[in-house]
């Protein structure tokens, strides 16, 4: 999937989920409209894994039209210099945002 995303891309989108043990989700294959849930630091939503799928779960009451968010807390494989962390750059204007959508800046 990753090989794929790298050759393909989407539009500078990234659809892929990691499960726990390694498998990778490539939403853009036939994904639902949930891969287009966006980052915040304080997400309305949750991930739960469960058998090899994804389930989002709200984290409170949703209000109609309001968006949905989870955090990415995304992992990347290359150094994270001040170019590669400006490319995951958070700008969700939630209190207390942690400047990055890094798992590794949480």
């Given amino acids: ?5 790298r050759r393909e891309g ?5 659809f892929l989920f990691g499960l ?3 498998t990778v989700i490539d939403g853009s294959r036939g994904g639902n409209s949930a891969r287009w849930l966006n980052h915040a630091c304080a997400p ?5 894994e469960d058998q090899g799928r994804i389930f989002i779960h709200t984290l409170r009451a949703i209000e109609p039209g309001e968006e949905l968010f989870i955090e990415y807390l995304l992992a990347i494989d290359d150094p994270a ?3 590669v962390r400006a490319q995951y750059a958070c700008r969700c204007a939630a ?9 590794d800046a949480a």
């Fill in 1 to 5: 999937a990753v090989r794929r995303h």
């Fill in 95 to 103: 209190s207390g945002c942690r400047q990055s959508m890094l798992a």
């Fill in 44 to 48: 309305n939503c949750e991930t739960i």
């Fill in 10 to 14: 989407v539009d500078g989108h990234t």
């Fill in 20 to 22: 726990s043990d390694g």
């Fill in 81 to 83: 210099n001040k170019e």
